[in-house]
Structure formats: structure tokens, C-alpha cells
């Protein structure tokens, strides 16, 4: 894995963090719940694995969530500013870090690699032509890129050797 790393946090500056190496994976989240939860049309999440996210500064409070699997979401905000700065789903635990690419300091780095849930995406969002889509969520062996499976492959067994 490539060493670059990236800075980010929120507003107020009380929680920062940096990530390393590449992401599993960009989504593009249209979903409801994420437009809900960001007042925006959707969500930009860049997918790290547990290691390659460390908080430098601060503590945030992480939040139980509702989310439409009905398994939730927690949602790690800064206690000051309320920031949303990642998330971590039922499905992934805290192996998977859902990294909030607006909260970086770079932001224009981590462009979409799929667009999710654009069956719910709002009308005048129109992605750009050979965007790769799915109306819902899709099959991770058949979407991630074989780098990033073995990735987390490695990852998921050194977390259960533990």
C-alpha cells in the first residue's frame, strides 16, 4: 500500500484525523437516509480499512444512528461542531471507516467511483456520462477492485486472529 496520506476534520478544528494509503473504495451515496442525515442530495463516503485511520487531534462523539437496513449506522461528530466525520455501518463494524471526503482537506482528491442508491437520487442530479451505477447497493466481489478485496481480506483475518 502507497504511504500517502491525507489530513482532515471539522469545521472548528477540535477533531482531526489522517488517513493512509489508498481507499477500499469512493461511494457516492443518493440514498434517503444519507440526504436526511447531510441535508444535501447525497453523501461522499471514501472507504478505508481500520488502520489506515488515526484521529491526531481531539475525540468525537460517535452516534448511534437509524439506518434504512435497519442494522444502524454510528456516526463519529466533533462535540463542538457537530460535524458528521465518518461513519461505521452494522455490516463492516469498525474494520470499515466510511471517511466523509468533504471533511478533508483535500476534498477534490477522492472523486466518486460508483454512485449507490440512484434509484432515490434527486431528479436534477445528473451524473456525469459513464458514471458506474446501481439503483441500489451491489455485490462487493463484483464492484470493489481485486486489490481492494484482498485488501480487506487480510484485514477481516488479522481482526479475527485478534
Known amino acids: 500500500m502507497d504511504e500517502l496520506i491525507r489530513e482532515g476534520g471539522c469545521d472548528c478544528r477540535a477533531v482531526r484525523y489522517q488517513v493512509r494509503g489508498r481507499p477500499i473504495i469512493v461511494h457516492c451515496c443518493h440514498c434517503r437516509w444519507c440526504q436526511r442525515e447531510t441535508g ?17 487531534s481531539g475525540a ?10 435497519g442494522r444502524g449506522q454510528r456516526i463519529a461528530r466533533c462535540p463542538t461542531c457537530r460535524i458528521a ?16 471526503v468533504g471533511t478533508l ?14 434509484a432515490s437520487k434527486q431528479p436534477w442530479v445528473a451524473l456525469p456520462p459513464g458514471a458506474r451505477s446501481f439503483e441500489q ?15 480487506f481480506r487480510q484485514a ?7
Open 137 to 151: 447497493f451491489y455485490e462487493v466481489a463484483e464492484v470493489w477492485p481485486a486489490e481492494s478485496l484482498e485488501r
Open 40 to 56: 444535501s442530495a447525497f453523501v461522499l463516503n471514501a472507504v478505508y480499512l481500520a488502520g489506515q485511520v488515526a484521529v491526531t
Open 156 to 162: 477481516r483475518a488479522r481482526a479475527t486472529a485478534e
Open 105 to 118: 482537506d483535500d476534498p477534490d482528491a477522492l472523486p466518486p467511483d460508483v454512485h449507490i442508491y440512484t
Open 85 to 100: 466525520l465518518w461513519s461505521h455501518y452494522a455490516r463492516g463494524g469498525e474494520l470499515l471507516w466510511f471517511v466523509r
Open 60 to 69: 468525537p462523539d460517535v452516534v448511534d444512528t437509524p439506518s434504512a437496513s
